[in-house]
């Protein structure tokens, strides 16, 4: 089974997997899910909530994540307690059996955890919101357990190719949230994001967790891509225009580190779990030059954010 484990993950990690390789790879962990295989488990708990290869299924999502559970998938058994009870961090009894998960799993909201809280203006040239207590403290810090063992150099676009490359302009950590990264609870999340934008999943980039040291930082830039750029010209018309940027604000305890717009006059210090969301274009669609932001360097302890890119078209339309 963990051969077919392992064959499965190949085909989903691949560069660009067909629909075929999606199905093929969701039966391949299927198979080894009904053998024992938690992490298979686990991971068919994911497809269901992304609705790979099918539309999203959420009691069959966390079905899965609770038989992952039982299975001994502490990932898994930490996302069902997180979900069940959001204000407290999740702590695995000893000995915990299945029955024990199959009432976590009967007590977990699952719509009510993906409804976002009331917006509050910022600025409304350029468009921008804070959403209070976006997420709870426990949520944050599991997010941020998550990404800590994982993190590496953070990259941007390259204004040459096109690509993504170290740039001094940010000299950040982060971690890049790919399927293999991700989990029922950050897709949780994500959906959270869709309700506070009114933004289909699909439209999203991989989410990053991001992290700054003391004295790190992200210089003033756009999160636009310019269409006159020639280097942009394919993920462009792939994906069409980063339209807007979320932010979710995971710890605080650092000094400095504040989002600022220094066109308008802003300096942003959030609360832990409060989000920014703001938009990267004027209404008709256009690039707007008055969102050029920064992440001020921390001048004491460490900032963590959850950042969501959004773009307007889905791959390939």
Not at 80 to 86: I, K, R
């Amino acid at each position: 089974m963990s051969e077919q484990f392992a064959s499965a993950m190949q085909l989903l990690l691949g560069e660009r997997p067909s629909l075929e390789d999606v199905q093929q790879a969701a039966g391949l962990l299927e198979a080894a899910s009904s053998k024992g295989h938690a992490e298979a488990s686990e991971r068919c708990a994911l497809l269901d909530a992304l609705g790979s290869a099918r539309p999203p299924d959420w009691n069959r999502s966390l079905d899965f994540l609770e038989l992952a559970a039982g299975q001994g998938s502490r990932s898994a058994q930490e996302q069902l307690l997180l979900l069940a009870d959001n204000g407290a961090d999740p702590v695995v009894p000893p000995e915990a059996g299945r029955d024990f998960w199959s009432s976590v799993r009967a007590r977990v909201p699952i719509e009510e955890r993906m409804q976002a809280g009331e917006k509050q203006s910022l600025s409304d040239s350029p468009r921008i919101r804070l959403i209070p207590a976006f997420a709870t403290r426990a949520e944050c810090r599991w997010l941020i357990s998550l990404a800590l063992p994982q993190l590496g150099p953070a990259t941007v676009f390259d204004k040459e190719t096109g690509g993504q490359t170290l740039d001094p302009t940010r000299d950040n950590s982060f971690l890049m949230l790919r399927l293999s990264e991700m989990n029922v609870f950050t897709e949780v999340i994500r959906q959270r994001i869709s309700a506070a934008t009114k933004l289909p999943v699909p439209l999203f980039e991989p989410s990053q967790i991001l992290h700054y040291a003391i004295g790190q930082r992200f210089k003033p830039h756009h999160d636009f891509l310019d269409p006159a750029n020639p280097a942009y010209r394919d993920s462009l018309a792939a994906f069409g225009q980063r339209i807007a940027t979320f932010l979710i604000y995971l710890n605080d305890g650092y000094q400095g580190g504040e989002t600022s717009f220094p066109r308008i006059g802003l300096n942003f210090r959030a609360e832990q779990g409060d989000a920014l969301f703001f938009a990267n274009v004027t209404k008709d669609g256009a690039p707007d030059q008055d969102t050029v932001h920064a992440g001020l360097p921390t001048t004491s302890g460490e900032k963590w954010v959850f950042s969501q890119w959004i773009r307007d078209r889905f791959p390939g339309r």
